[in-house]
């Protein structure tokens, strides 16, 4: 095998600290053949589907590349904006934020980018940038509050897979996860306390997180327990009482049972139940994007509403919000502990050249 080198190195180049934040990914544009090229990458990821690969080759290509892309390109043409997907702008302007934030605690010389999973910017072109930009610590920070190795251990994956390829690796960290991080839970508090100031509190706060098969549960996956863990720290800080709030999931497809109980179906039940006005947030979603602006904030809407709901409100997620990057800053300092900003050697390059370098 060939190790990748990188062109531009140079023993006069000083080592930095980078922090690269991620998320799970966007089609280019919302037509059918971006998004082609978006579900057959993010769905063909073992990681995603757990099926057996020669029976998932058959489905996905056969059918549900023949069918979900100009399905998916009509919902995704109704989020995009003049800045494109919602979840690739947020998360751009994240980063930006994340840098102003560290920098303004004192961290110079840090490189702090962002990357998608699946999609653009792609995970092995961003580091191949920062790796350009003299990074030799690397912090990976992805944007998932609770672990799931659907989400979290796929960016691991992904990381991984780029390293196989590299002569010269950073020095790598890695965040699993953030749900019970008390700046996180503050942050997210904050947030709906910010929309009840405006609008009044509803019956019921729902909490929806994006849902996973139930088998991954069963094998031993901790995701289902890091969400109940966060509702319940997140209805802590807001002092709720029992019955004032409820965890849900959403997002599923196909036949098999998924995380109970289902979003879409509780919604459509709460009205009968007496419940007529109810606000929707999602602590596992870092910023919005199609499932939270058209599915829950559309979709989900309608089905309230016709079973007889009178009142529905999603609260926006953290996205930039100062608190949440503050936040997020905790936690890069948190997890850079012990690594001090690498200081400038000039005589670095005559030293190697002496030894017969060329640059």
């Given amino acids: ?7 531009g190195f140079t023993h006069a180049q000083q080592d930095r600290i980078g922090v690269l934040i991620t998320n799970l990914g966007t089609p280019d544009a919302p037509t059918p053949s971006a998004l082609h090229r978006y579900l057959k990458q993010f769905l063909w990821d073992p990681r995603v589907v757990e099926v057996p690969r020669p029976i998932w080759w058959l489905i996905l290509n056969g059918v549900i590349l023949n069918i979900r ?3 998916s390109a009509k919902s995704y043409a109704t989020v995009f904006t003049d800045e494109g997907s919602p979840l690739l702008f947020h998360t751009r302007h994240q980063a930006g934020a994340l840098a102003k934030a560290l920098q303004s605690r004192g961290h110079e010389g840090l490189v702090v980018d962002f990357a998608m999973r699946y999609g653009n910017p792609s995970i092995p072109s961003v580091l191949e940038n920062m790796m350009q930009q003299g990074v030799r610590k690397l912090l990976v ?9 659907s989400t979290t251990a796929s960016t691991f994956d992904a990381i991984s897979a780029d390293f196989t390829k590299r002569r010269l690796l950073p020095e790598l960290r890695f965040v699993n996860h953030y749900h019970d991080f008390a700046p996180f839970i503050a942050a997210a508090a904050e947030r709906i306390k910010a929309h009840w100031a405006e609008h009044g509190r509803a019956d019921k706060l729902m909490l929806s997180y994006h849902g996973v098969p139930k088998k991954y549960l069963l094998n031993g996956d901790p995701y289902h327990c890091e969400c109940h863990k966060t509702s319940r720290l997140l209805a802590e800080a807001l002092e709720l009482k029992e019955g004032e709030w409820m965890t849900t999931f959403q997002s599923r497809f196909g036949r098999e049972e998924w995380l109970k109980p289902y979003t879409d179906e509780t919604l459509k039940a709460l009205p009968g139940q007496g419940v007529k006005s109810v ?3 999602c602590p596992g979603f870092s910023a919005d994007c199609l499932e939270t602006i ?6 989900n809407r309608e089905y309230f509403e016709h079973a007889g709901g009178e009142r529905y409100e999603y609260i926006s997620a953290l996205n930039d919000r100062p608190e ?8 890069v300092q948190l997890h850079m502990s012990g690594w001090e900003t690498p200081q400038a050697d000039p005589q670095r390059q005559e030293r190697a050249r002496a030894k017969g370098a060329e640059k």
């Fill in 279 to 281: 606000q929707v947030f």
């Fill in 324 to 331: 949440h990057i503050s936040a997020l800053a905790d936690l």
């Fill in 294 to 299: 058209e599915e829950i904030g559309e979709e």
């Fill in 141 to 149: 920070l992805p944007l998932y509050p609770q672990y799931s190795a």
């Fill in 69 to 71: 892309p100009r399905r």
């Fill in 1 to 7: 095998m060939k190790f990748q080198g990188s062109p």
